[in-house]
Each structure stands twice: as structure tokens, then as C-alpha cells.
């Protein structure tokens, strides 16, 4: 069983004791494919070493996560648009608007939020979107920008039955990660209904660790028990969920997959 994890921060200071072995864990899981998006210029050094590191199996992504987004977000989208100009990476992200930690800055997160789907337009790559407590101001922009180029993922999807038919409404698929495995999460509810087609796993490592390590660090070794769960929702036998979800994250991250180790 071949499995992707689309959404993962295997470069940040959590894993620095043990990151090789990490990854490594991840591939004997059959987690052949680590997809890596950046959260800042602070985080691009260790992101691009990763990736270096593990070029057959670890992917990164160029973009500015919305909680980065200050008083210098100008500059910060100067590097994004440089470094997505060098061709190196398969996606833009991590982007878009987040309203938990801090609504100080919501107009230049909607602004930085809208030109890197432009970015992502211009270089034709597909994004992958942050939405925490902000899918009304994240939707409107989406559909305003939406053309043919505009491809992604909502990351991290916790929506309603109607969000989710509004993504799937743009084409776009969404990310099922560890909390689909919390007893007091009515996720899988909404999840066990979205076509198959529309769905990709996710860790974001090292947080929302799933049952039964909750608690702990998460990596994306675990991805079979997000897989597992999810299957079990949908009465699916977990190879088949995988072998579409897989699917789903090589056709939307044009992922090459043949050689990876």
C-alpha cells in the first residue's frame, strides 16, 4: 500500500533529535510520499535541507502560512514569488486566512491569501489552503479566483456537509487528518459522505496527533490509522481507500511516485 502525506512539518525543531528516523518510519509505513509546506521565511532553510535530504520521498511546498502574516508579509511574498520562480517546488502553501490565534490582521491575510493563488495561477502549481474558524472569508476569495489554473486542497478540512459541498463545488479536495480519529470529533459524520475522489490524508506533524498516540507527537508514520478510521466510516476496505486517496494526491501534486525509495 502506497500513501501520501499531503500535509505534513517534518523540518520544525521537534524533530530535530530524530528527523532521519522519522522519515524512515514513514516509508517502512508505506508512506512513500511527504509533502512539505512552508510556514515563513524562518522555516525555508530547514524545509529545502529535508527535502534535499530525501528527494524521492519528501516534497516541498512555497508560501506564507496566514499566522506569518505581519507587518512585513510584503517582503515575505517578495521570497515566496523568487523561490516559486526557481521551478522547485509542487505546490503553493501553506496559505490562507487563519482567525483562531489573532484577527489583527485579517485584511493582509486576505490580501497575501489572494496573491499567492495568483502565484499559483501564474505558476501553475496547486495550493494548499489553511482555513481555521475563516472558511467564510477564504470561500468568497477561492471562487473569485477560481479559472482553470486554480487547483488545491483545503487542509485540514473540519467543515459542515454544506462547506464541503462548496469545495467540492470548486473542484478543490480536502485533507482528512488525525482528528477524524477523536471520540469527540463529529468530522467523520460529514467525511463518511464526500465521494471518495474528493478526499487526501494529511498528518500536519507534529500536531493533531491521531488515536491512539494522541498526546504525543504526531509523524507521518501515522497515517494508516487516519486511513484506517476513515475506511471504517465509509465501510471501505482500507487498500481500496488508499489506493484512491493516493491517487487523488498524485494527480492534484503531479507526484512521481515510480522511483521513490
Not at 480536502?174 to 494529511?202: A, C, H
Amino acid at each position: 500500500m502506497k500513501l501520501v502525506d499531503t500535509h505534513t512539518h517534518l523540518y520544525l525543531e521537534e524533530f530535530d533529535n530524530d528527523r532521519d528516523n522519522v522519515v524512515k518510519a514513514a516509508i517502512d509505513a508505506g508512506v512513500t510520499a511527504i509533502l512539505l509546506p512552508n510556514i515563513d521565511s524562518t522555516t525555508v532553510e530547514a524545509m529545502e535541507a529535508l527535502s534535499g535530504k530525501f528527494p524521492n520521498n519528501c516534497f516541498a511546498m512555497m508560501g506564507l502560512h496566514p499566522t506569518s502574516v505581519k507587518e512585513n508579509y510584503e517582503s515575505e511574498l517578495a521570497l515566496v514569488e523568487q523561490k516559486l520562480a526557481s521551478g522547485h517546488y509542487i505546490a503553493v502553501g501553506e496559505i490562507g486566512i487563519d482567525l483562531y490565534w489573532d484577527k489583527s490582521y485579517r485584511d493582509q491575510q486576505a490580501d497575501a491569501f489572494r496573491r499567492q493563488l495568483k502565484l499559483a495561477k501564474k505558476y501553475k502549481l496547486p495550493v494548499s489552503i489553511h482555513t481555521r474558524d475563516s472558511f467564510q472569508d477564504v470561500y468568497p476569495i477561492v471562487k473569485e479566483e477560481l479559472t482553470d489554473d486554480l487547483r488545491g486542497v483545503f487542509h485540514c478540512f473540519l467543515g459542515t456537509a454544506d462547506e464541503a459541498s462548496k469545495i467540492m463545488d470548486l473542484g478543490f479536495l480536502m485533507g482528512v487528518g488525525g482528528v477524524i480519529t477523536f471520540k469527540n470529533s463529529n468530522i467523520g459524520e460529514v467525511i463518511k459522505t464526500i465521494p471518495d475522489r474528493y478526499l487526501v490524508f494529511e498528518t500536519d506533524a507534529p500536531y493533531l496527533t491521531p488515536v491512539p498516540f494522541r498526546g504525543k507527537r504526531n509523524q507521518s508514520a501515522y497515517i494508516p490509522y487516519i486511513l484506517e478510521k476513515t475506511a471504517a466510516l465509509k465501510n471501505m476496505a482500507p487498500e481500496a481507500l488508499a489506493a484512491i486517496s493516493t491517487q487523488n494526491a498524485i494527480n492534484l501534486f503531479q507526484l512521481k511516485m515510480d522511483n521513490n525509495e
